[in-house]
């Protein structure tokens, strides 16, 4: 079981960002994958999800025009390009795979969007 996220970095307001997460055989086939952050001192939230056949994607409504969320099958691979940063995107950003059986989280991703 495996979920392995990277991208994360320094960036400037306006600027974009490419999130990966590597998944294993056990945690991408057939599992929804999305992704969730969370600021300091904050509450974790939902910020987009694919689902396995990736025909039905969502988004939070704060990102909804500016992520993408897209899956790579052969990659096994979930990625979130992010574009229009703001300094409250800045969060550690966490990768979950997840199914009506179970759930995996990844390791968090640190995002910093400067003004």
Not at 32 to 45: C, I, K, N, P
Not at 63 to 77: C, E, L, P, W
């Amino acid at each position: 079981v495996q979920l392995q996220a990277s991208g994360g970095g320094l960036v400037q307001a306006g600027g974009s960002l490419r999130l990966s997460c590597a998944a294993s055989a056990g945690t991408f086939r057939g599992y929804t994958l999305g992704w969730f952050r969370q600021a300091t001192g904050t509450e974790r939230e939902f910020v987009a999800a694919a689902s396995w056949s990736g025909s039905y994607t969502t988004y939070a409504v704060s990102v909804k025009g500016r992520f993408t969320i897209s899956r790579d099958y052969a990659k096994m691979t979930v990625y979130l390009q992010m574009s229009s940063l703001r300094p409250e995107d800045t969060a550690v950003y966490y990768c979950k795979s997840y199914s009506r059986a179970s759930e995996y989280w990844g390791q968090g991703t640190l995002v910093t969007v400067s003004s």
